[in-house]
Antibody, heavy 120, light 107 residues
Framework: EVQLLESGGGLVQPGGSLRLSCAAS????????MSWVRQAPGKGPEWVST????????YYADSVKGRFTISRDNSKNTLYLQMNSLRAEDTAVYFC?????????????WGQGTLVTVSS | DIQMTQSPSSLSASVGDRVTITCRAS??????LNWYQRKPGKAPKLLIY???SLQGGVPSRFSGSGSGTDFTLAISSLQPEDLATYYC?????????FGQGTKLEIK
């Protein structure tokens, strides 16, 4: 059974940093593209970032480019999101999602999410 | 960026009703359209991919149709457990974008 378990969320002041983790199990983690998706209160989901199976290629939404860094450790079956220079508008539940296919044609499994609140 | 617009934003229906939700893309996305279900407090779940393919384990009362810019998610006979918010998402180009959601309530 595929399981994705996010951690690392919390309350942080504007300008601060957080590192999210996503522990994956139930599938061959190193073979799949992975993504982060967030959902702010009352809004639809927003794609944040995607990383290829090898970790060599990464992609970002314009809203986080230059501030967030996605990475993975295939030996630990773990996905990361380093978030710097956080803003109030980054407040959201952050989901780790497994992509199906090499082009991330859809997100076939999601974690339960971890809440990030940016506030003074 | 491709904008995804869902309608209605909310709807209320009775058990056994046929329900349809519409999603419109701001430009053609061929069949690169997915539907997700999010129940309160739970992880989102993929229902339909590539506009009309049913994800494994999803009940057959769910179906998807459409191509180009106009898409539909249908529930043939609404069940109490279908209480959720439904989202469409395009995977034609980055940034991957979602609709704003349709909240489905059971009368």
């Amino acid at each position: 059974e595929v399981q994705l378990l996010e951690s690392g969320g919390g309350l942080v002041q504007p300008g601060g940093s957080l590192r999210l983790s996503c522990a994956a199990s139930g599938f061959t983690f190193s073979s799949f593209v992975m993504s982060w998706v967030r959902q702010a209160p009352g809004k639809g989901p927003e794609w944040v970032s995607t990383i290829r199976d090898s970790g060599d290629n990464t992609y970002y939404a314009d809203s986080v480019k230059g501030r967030f860094t996605i990475s993975r450790d295939n030996s630990k079956n773990t996905l990361y999101l380093q978030m710097n220079s956080l803003r109030a508008e980054d407040t959201a539940v952050y989901f780790c999602a497994k992509c199906s296919g090499t082009r991330c044609l859809n997100f076939d499994y999601w974690g339960q999410g971890t809440l990030v609140t940016v506030s003074s | 960026d491709i904008q995804m617009t869902q309608s209605p934003s909310s709807l209320s229906a009775s058990v056994g009703d046929r329900v349809t939700i519409t999603c419109r893309a701001s430009q053609s996305i061929s069949s690169y359209l997915n539907w997700y279900q999010r129940k309160p407090g739970k992880a989102p779940k993929l229902l339909i991919y590539a506009a009309s393919s049913l994800q494994g384990g999803v009940p057959s009362r769910f179906s998807g149709s459409g191509s180009g810019t106009d898409f539909t998610l249908a529930i043939s006979s609404l069940q109490p457990e279908d209480l959720a918010t439904y989202y469409c998402q395009q995977s034609y180009s980055t940034p991957l974008t979602f609709g704003q959601g349709t909240k489905l309530e059971i009368k």
